[in-house]
């Protein structure tokens, strides 16, 4: 699959580069080309001899090396590559990419690149936790780099949490999937929602529920990758829009049906996985309620968006999700006849590694012709994948 695929493997300066020989060593099985360069602090922590031996090739470490004609070899090198992963990706490299700083033979070649640039944090997880680091990770994603975030544990200076360096295989794993990506969606937008809604009730309470998002912000960035042009509406979430989607923030139920029959039109694909709330307060107080031994609280049915707009749709392929407790499949059945829908993905949060702020999912798909598929545990970002697969069969028959 990544037969003669070409990759350039920087190394910066971090205790995760001892990974970077087994990063290297599994493209290269792979059937990968592989130049690595490694910053001045990379070679500190790994030899450019073991890279060198272990890529076949010269290991590329100074802008400007004595005696040694390059040139533009800087150009040269971002040309050839097909991607570009930083591995380990220090604080440090990853504020100067932001920065549109070239002032080393890495970030030169990565300020020159048209190629992917997958970046594999690794550091202190102080550092991981920076505002600073993190506002710079948000920007560079939102101008289309790639993250594989770091796993939580023990790190090298005794601290424990977030900021190892993720591992060889989840890398060599996330870069074939990089350079393997269909485009199968390209010409058609998709409309994805995602997260929860909020109702307030006072000025500093809502009614809500505990969905993160995952699932879709998962989609739209798998949907991205494919080729879609993607609308990303979001309800209160912690994450990180996905590079290169449109993302428009809600707030409410009826801020999210507005935001959708805004933009449906221009659609292709409608794929509904917000935790819409299904009831809002009758009356919201304009002031904080005070604690009562006998508060009443009188609830009202929020807007059906997929109801409402599945009577219209048209020729538009329309995924809704639900989550069941109990009789899940009956009842995800009803569901999609009542919305007319092409698909629904349902799932039961009693079931082990399914349910709201996992990175995993356990779901069955049903069609409208009410052919359920059931798929074992996998991540969301593949749950994605396996979704937009069928979503793509059913956009080319329509």
Not at 45 to 63: D, G, R
Not at 367 to 385: W, Y
Request: proline letters at 4%.
């Amino acid at each position: 699959m990544l037969k003669g695929k070409k990759i350039i493997l920087g190394i910066c300066g971090g205790i995760s580069a001892y990974k970077s020989a087994l990063v290297c060593r599994g493209l290269k099985k792979l059937g990968c080309e592989v130049i690595v360069i490694m910053t001045e602090a990379g070679i500190k922590f790994i030899t450019p001899l073991t890279m060198e031996t272990l890529s076949e090739n010269e290991v590329v470490t100074q802008l400007f090396p004595e005696r040694k004609v390059v040139g533009t070899r800087h150009i040269t090198l971002a040309d050839w590559a097909d991607l570009i992963l930083i591995a380990p990706a220090t604080a440090n490299i990853i504020g100067k990419i932001r920065s549109g700083i070239a002032d080393d033979i890495l970030t030169t070649v990565v300020i020159s690149t048209r190629s992917k640039v997958l970046f594999a944090p690794a550091m202190n997880v102080k550092m991981w936790d920076n505002p600073i680091l993190q506002q710079n990770v948000s920007e560079l994603k939102k101008l289309g780099y790639e993250f594989i975030a770091p796993g939580t544990g023990d790190l090298a200076c005794g601290d424990v949490g977030k900021g190892r360096m993720a591992e060889p295989e989840d890398i060599i794993k996330r870069v074939t999937g990089l350079l393997s990506e269909k485009k199968d969606l390209e010409g058609k937008t998709i409309l994805v929602t995602a997260g929860r809604t909020e109702e307030p009730l006072d000025p500093v309470r809502y009614i809500s529920n505990r969905s993160s998002g995952k699932m879709g912000y998962a989609v739209a960035e798998r949907a991205r990758g494919r080729g879609a042009e993607v609308i990303l509406i979001s309800g209160p979430s912690s994450l990180n829009p996905p590079g290169g989607v449109d993302f428009i923030s809600v707030r409410t139920a009826k801020q999210m049906r507005d935001e959708v029959k805004k933009h449906l039109k221009r659609c292709s694909c409608l794929v509904m996985t917000a935790a819409v709330s299904d009831f809002a307060p009758e009356v919201v107080s304009n002031k904080k309620l005070k604690r009562s031994d006998n508060l009443s609280l009188r609830l009202k049915s929020t807007p059906g968006i997929l109801e409402e707009i599945g009577k219209r749709k048209g020729k538009k392929v329309m995924v809704g999700f639900s989550l069941e407790t109990e009789n899940e499949i009956e009842n995800a059945k009803l569901k999609l006849k009542k919305k007319s829908l092409d698909l629904i993905v349902v799932n039961n949060p009693n079931t082990p590694g399914s349910g709201f702020e996992l990175d995993t999912n356990v779901v069955t798909i049903i069609d409208k012709k009410g052919k359920t598929q059931k798929l074992p545990l996998m991540t969301k970002m593949d749950l994605a994948d396996r979704i937009l697969d069928k979503i793509s069969s059913l956009l080319k028959r329509k």
